[in-house]
T-cell receptor
Framework: KQEVTQIPAALSVPEGENLVLNCSFT??????LQWFRQDPGKGLTSLLLIQSSQREQTSGRLNASLDKSSGRSTLYIAASQPGDSATYLC??????????FGKGTRLSVIA | EADIYQTPRYLVIGTGKKITLECSQTMGHDKMYWYQQDPGMELHLIHY???????EKGDLSSESTVSRIRTEHFPLTLESARPSHTSQYLC???????????????FGPGTRLLVL
């Protein structure tokens, strides 16, 4: 059974720092990996989707990488801002089955 | 921006009442999902559907039921609400590739339910 782990559970950084969020999964036979952002009391917003054949995806200050063979992904946020404060979730798709989510990393960017 | 809607956004109701949480999407997505999430906690999949007249239970045992009579509509019903049902309920949809490849999942804004 696929399991997704996100480390750290919470992270607090000063504004302007570059940071890395980690995601690992136990079964490397995935089709996609998706990173989401969730603000308190809100739904999830998709940030990036990496297909299994890809190594990375970029959107603005965000860069997500995927090492499928080792079961790892990272989300890199450059020049962090207070508006980046949110919970970031990683999820994997292993075929025609629902996404399996991690528990998320709660990020606080301090001005 | 994804077009997926949930109503009501907030609901306060007494124990024993029947409630239906509405979810609709205008993207023609085949796959739809319901998640339950307590504040600050992880997401739990409670129901999903891969098309009309197709529904499945998720990982978390739930006393709710769902139906999928139309592609765009996936309501969730609680026959008799209890305080333990207090939570946030999130609806999501995705396009429905047969292999699940390249499927971005879109979420609605959620319904926050309080059962007194």
């Amino acid at each position: 059974k696929q399991e997704v782990t996100q480390i750290p559970a919470a992270l607090s950084v000063p504004e302007g720092e570059n940071l890395v969020l980690n995601c690992s999964f136990t079964d490397s036979a995935i089709y996609n990996l998706q990173w989401f952002r969730q603000d308190p009391g809100k739904g999830l917003t998709s940030l990036l989707l990496i297909q299994s054949s890809q190594r990375e995806q970029t959107s603005g200050r965000l860069n997500a990488s995927l090492d499928k063979s080792s079961g790892r992904s990272t989300l890199y946020i450059a020049a962090s801002q207070p508006g980046d404060s949110a919970t970031y979730l990683c999820a994997v798709n292993s075929g025609n089955t629902p996404l399996v989510f991690g528990k998320g990393t709660r990020l606080s960017v301090i001005a | 921006e994804a077009d997926i809607y949930q109503t009501p956004r907030y609901l306060v109701i007494g124990t024993g009442k029947k409630i239906t949480l509405e979810c609709s999407q205008t993207m023609g997505h085949d796959k739809m999902y319901w998640y339950q999430q307590d504040p600050g906690m992880e997401l739990h999949l409670i129901h999903y559907s891969y098309g009309v007249n197709s529904t499945e239970k998720g990982d978390l045992s739930s006393e709710s039921t769902v139906s999928r009579i139309r592609t765009e509509h996936f309501p969730l019903t609680l026959e008799s609400a209890r305080p333990s049902h207090t939570s946030q309920y999130l609806c999501a949809s995705s396009v429905g590739n047969p292999t699940g490849d390249r499927e971005t999942q879109y979420f609605g804004p959620g319904t926050r339910l309080l059962v007194l």
